[in-house]
T-cell receptor, first 112, second 115 residues
Framework: QKEVEQNSGPLSVPEGAIASLNCTYS??????FFWYRQYSGKSPELIMF????GDKEDGRFTAQLNKASQYVSLLIRDSQPSDSATYLC????????????FGSGTKLNVKP | GAVVSQHPSRVICKSGTSVKIECRSL??????MFWYRQFPKKSLMLMAT?????????EQGVEKDKFLINHASLTLSTLTVTSAHPEDSSFYIC???????????FGNGTRLTVT
């Protein structure tokens, strides 16, 4: 079982819709959760991080964490074609703050 | 804050030569930096964890004599690909964090092409 699992997609949504990206993780003791966006040929850039159960909003982005279900998601409201990219979920376990587990990423296509 | 700078962004070299990639934390000190490798349409693969003032920790399957890592200061780590071969052609990305629970911040990456 992989430490972090994501659906590879592609996830296609029309412009203006809500894109919902999901991620599950296997280590129940994980403490920190991150979402990165990676455009083709570029390095990952941080979108959001969340440490506590519940929702965290930043502009059009909302990260949701449910530790009981070992599930973290990213919602993108009013999706734009410029949001088309691969979204990586990353998890930092409690026992090793220098260890990051990355999912394989979900490719999002926002169609005009 | 938390800017990571990586150079060069692109390099082409001939087989058998060595290439050095630099990773700098510009506005924070990083006792630990991370080196990743990514093939087209594939996920990030951690190569090694670079520790300031000590030896790097390599992931299983990564040749430490081929991928030399030096973390000489709190703001600079270098990755040297020695005796490069075409199969070493890839996208190399460094990253660092500025505190124990902060996110990883990535450099812009280095695209290496070995001819």
């Amino acid at each position: 079982q992989k430490e972090v699992e994501q659906n590879s997609g592609p996830l296609s949504v029309p412009e203006g819709a809500i894109a919902s990206l999901n991620c599950t993780y296997s280590d129940r003791g994980s403490q920190s959760f991150f979402w990165y966006r990676q455009y083709s040929g570029k390095s990952p850039e941080l979108i959001m991080f969340i440490y506590s159960n519940g929702d965290k909003e930043d502009g059009r982005f909302t990260a949701q964490l449910n530790k009981a279900s070992q599930y973290v998601s990213l919602l993108i409201r009013d999706s734009q074609p410029s949001d088309s990219a691969t979204y990586l979920c990353a998890v930092n376990p409690l026992y090793n703050f220098n260890k990051f587990y990355f999912g394989s990423g979900t490719k999002l296509n926002v169609k005009p | 804050g938390a800017v990571v700078s990586q150079h060069p962004s692109r390099v082409i070299c001939k087989s058998g030569t060595s290439v050095k990639i630099e990773c700098r934390s510009l506005d924070f000190q990083a006792t630990t930096m991370f080196w990743y490798r990514q093939f087209p349409k594939k996920s990030l693969m951690l190569m090694a964890t670079s520790n300031e003032g000590s030896k790097a920790t390599y992931e299983q399957g990564v040749e430490k004599d081929k991928f030399l890592i030096n973390h000489a200061s709190l703001t600079l780590s270098t990755l040297t690909v020695t005796s490069a071969h075409p199969e070493d052609s890839s996208f190399y990305i460094c990253s660092a964090r500025n505190s124990g629970d902060s996110p990883l911040h990535f450099g812009n990456g280095t695209r290496l092409t070995v001819t």
